[in-house]
């Protein structure tokens, strides 16, 4: 199923900034510090990371048109997250919860959807991390700071 809508904005990035609190980052031994590049990934989501991710799940997502628009109303495209870990090179997700009675309201939607909703996201944090490490950060420039060779 394929999605027919606009790509929204990307989120604001504003989690918690441990590396252990995102999905896909290999946490490092000790921490170097706070400094997890939060402009520099907006930038890069911004200038285009976001869009290309949105439109490579939206064409493979099996959420219902209906569904999608619960879910951007109540905000939970906002609220995904993205960290860089530079000790490990990799970019961490967070997926916000999803409320058990975020469908309740909605005539024609059932509760049984939270959890597809859950994976969906997921899925969509998964593929704009990888297309930010694969499309985006070049590593062998110095971008966020970094002499990668």
Do not use: C, K
């Amino acid at each position: 199923m394929t999605l027919d809508t606009e790509v929204p904005d990307p989120p604001a990035l504003r989690g918690p900034q441990d590396p252990g609190d995102y999905d896909a980052v290999d946490e490092p031994e000790e921490r170097t510090g706070d400094d997890t590049y939060r402009e520099d990934l907006a930038d890069l989501l911004e200038a285009g990371a976001w869009e290309d991710a949105f439109d490579d799940w939206s064409d493979r997502t099996y959420l219902s048109d209906a569904a999608f628009r619960i879910v951007r109303e109540a905000g939970l495209l906002r609220r995904l997250d993205f960290y860089w870990n530079p000790a490990a090179e990799d970019v961490g997700y967070r997926v916000p919860p999803v409320p058990e009675d975020l469908f309740a309201a909605h005539g024609g939607l059932e509760s049984d959807d939270v959890e597809d909703v859950e994976e969906e996201l997921d899925d969509l944090a998964r593929t704009v991390s990888e297309v930010l490490e694969n499309d985006y950060i070049h590593r062998g420039s110095e971008e966020f700071g970094y002499d990668w060779e």
